[in-house]
């Protein structure tokens, strides 16, 4: 298997070139079938590139999925307090499907900041009407609806599966980093969403970075200073 060339001393702070060699690896970088004009090499080759894509996708997607729903805002829990755990599969299968959703569409174009939290309020609203049974008061808040588009875009972008997102996941940790004021476990506003991510810009800006950027440099420092 040919070098991808990917400097693994600092993997959260992932260059243009390493996400594209990442690409590469999983995607692209298979055995040669003994012939490139036989129809049925290629379709081989064509079945395990699908593969890679599928099994890296459902497991982006475990992440994704521990990262909005798992919370530890008691009060607040994403369920509610009557579904049982077997039932929360039943749930589980439609986000699955709005992850796919998501890179989908994501993975066509890229998103301006509006359509983006516009998309976001859509996500809300299909899940909320969807799962209202499972969810406490009925509801797939906001916060958590950013915290999954935001969160799987970011890991989508990571890989090499889509372009930079415009927005980068609102968690705990990030608001204190950047000193802002959210809830993202609590909030059910669109408007308070939005007011966050203008907040995090400016401080973005101010160090040159985009909102991704800036993201996933602040989690590569908080990995630093536990070292």
């Not at 989908?104 to 939290?117: M, P, R, V």
């Not at 935001?150 to 968690?171: M, R, S, V």
């Not at 059910?188 to 939005?194: A, K, N, Q, R």
Request: hydrophobic share 35%; with cysteine; proline share 3%.
């Amino acid at each position: 298997m040919k070098a991808t060339g990917i400097r693994y001393s600092d993997p959260l702070s992932i260059a243009e070139d390493d996400r594209e060699a990442l690409r590469r690896f999983f995607l692209t970088d298979l055995p040669t079938p003994l012939s490139n004009t036989d129809e049925k090499g290629r379709r081989q080759l064509k079945m395990e590139r699908d593969d890679k894509r599928r099994f890296l996708s459902y497991e982006l997607g475990h992440l994704t999925l521990k990262a909005a729903l798992s919370t530890r805002d008691d009060e607040y829990p994403v369920y509610n307090k009557d579904t049982m755990v077997f039932q929360r599969a039943k749930a589980k299968r439609v986000i699955r499907e709005c992850l796919a959703s998501i890179e989908a569409k994501y993975s066509e174009k890229a998103f301006s900041g509006n359509e983006h939290t516009a998309f976001i309020a859509e996500v809300a609203s299909d899940l909320s009407e969807k799962l209202s049974r499972y969810l406490r008061e009925g509801r797939f808040r906001i916060g958590a609806a950013q915290k999954l588009v935001n969160a799987h875009l970011k890991y989508l972008w990571t890989a090499g599966f889509c372009q930079e997102p415009p927005h980068c996941p609102i968690d705990g940790i990030i608001r204190d980093h950047a000193g802002i004021s959210y809830s993202w476990t609590r909030s059910d506003s669109i408007e308070e969403y939005s007011r966050a991510i203008e907040a995090l810009k400016r401080i973005a800006s101010r160090r040159g970075r985009t909102l991704a950027q800036f993201e996933l440099e602040s989690f590569r420092r908080r990995e630093d200073e536990e070292l």
